[in-house]
C-alpha cells in the first residue's frame, strides 16, 4: 500500500513538469523595431566617437539569425514556425512610426523589421543577431515625383555605413530588452563631379542598453545622441493561428 501512495504521489509531482514541456506553455511574441538616425549637427558632435567598437558578447552567449537553422539542438516544446521567423511586412504594426520618421528632415530609419520568437528565460535567451549595409541618403527618402534642386532640398545627408545590432528578449515576471545596436559609419569629406570622397577615419555610435520591465503591447524607446531604437511586443495567441 506504501508502494503504490508514494508512487502516486511521485506522479502527481511530476504533472506541473510534464506540462511545462507541452508546447502550450510557450509564451509566444511578435517582435518589432525601428532603428533610426539623428542627422542634427549638434547632436553628432556632441561626443568623441571612436571609430570602432568591440562587439562586446560573453563567450557563453548564443547568436541567431533570422530564419536560419537553431543553433544546436531546438527545444522540442518550440515550434519551429513561430521561432525566429521574421513576419510578412502586411504583419507590421509600427508603419505609421516610419511613416513620421521618414517625414522627418533630420532622421532616416535605418532598420524597420519584426519576427515571432519563443518567450525565454535569461539564461535561454538567444541574440538576434541583424545586419545591414546602409547607402548615403538624406532623412527624407521619398521620392516625390516631382524634380528638386540643391537650393530646395533642405534635407541632412546621412552617412553611408554598415548597421550591426544584437537584441534579446527576455522573459521573466516582466519582458526585457538586452539592446547592442552599432552603426559603423564612413564619413564623406568631399563631393565631386564622379566620385565622393571618404575620410580616412570611420565612426563609430553604439546605442547599448538593457531595458528592464517592458509590458507587452507597449511601444518602448532607447534612446542615443546618435541613434534611436522603438521596439514593441505582442503576444501571440498560438491557438488562433
Keep these: 500500500m506504501k508502494q503504490i501512495l508514494c508512487l502516486a504521489l511521485l506522479c502527481l509531482l511530476s504533472l506541473p513538469a510534464l506540462a511545462a514541456n507541452d508546447d502550450e506553455a510557450v509564451r509566444y ?12 549637427p549638434s547632436h ?10 568591440e562587439r562586446e558578447l560573453l563567450e557563453s552567449e548564443v547568436v541567431i539569425e533570422l530564419n536560419r537553422p537553431y543553433p544546436g539542438p531546438i527545444p522540442r516544446n518550440y515550434n519551429p514556425a513561430y521561432t525566429f521567423k ?71 545627408q546621412g552617412e553611408p555605413g554598415e548597421l550591426e545590432a544584437y537584441i ?32 580616412e577615419e570611420p565612426v563609430a555610435y553604439q546605442l547599448k542598453q538593457l531595458r528592464r520591465r517592458i509590458r507587452s503591447t507597449e511601444l518602448h524607446y532607447l534612446d542615443h545622441p546618435v541613434l534611436g531604437m522603438l521596439i514593441i511586443m505582442h503576444p501571440v495567441e498560438t491557438d488562433k493561428l
Design 29 to 40: 511574441y511578435d517582435v518589432e523595431l525601428i532603428i533610426f538616425e539623428n542627422l542634427v
Design 44 to 53: 553628432r558632435n556632441s561626443e568623441s566617437w571612436p571609430t570602432s567598437v
Design 86 to 156: 521574421t513576419l510578412p511586412q502586411e504583419q507590421y504594426r509600427l508603419s505609421d512610426e516610419v511613416e513620421k520618421i521618414e517625414e522627418s528632415p533630420n532622421r532616416r530609419v535605418l532598420l524597420h523589421t519584426a519576427w515571432r520568437q519563443p518567450g525565454m528565460s535569461g539564461e535561454e535567451a538567444l541574440n538576434v543577431h541583424l545586419k545591414r549595409n546602409i547607402p548615403a541618403g538624406s532623412a527624407n527618402k521619398k521620392d516625390t515625383g516631382a524634380e528638386q534642386t540643391g537650393a530646395q532640398n533642405t534635407d541632412l
Design 168 to 199: 534579446k528578449v527576455i522573459l521573466s515576471r516582466y519582458l526585457h530588452v538586452d539592446a547592442n545596436v552599432i552603426f559603423q559609419a564612413r564619413p564623406q569629406t568631399g563631393r565631386f563631379d564622379f566620385f565622393i570622397e571618404e575620410s
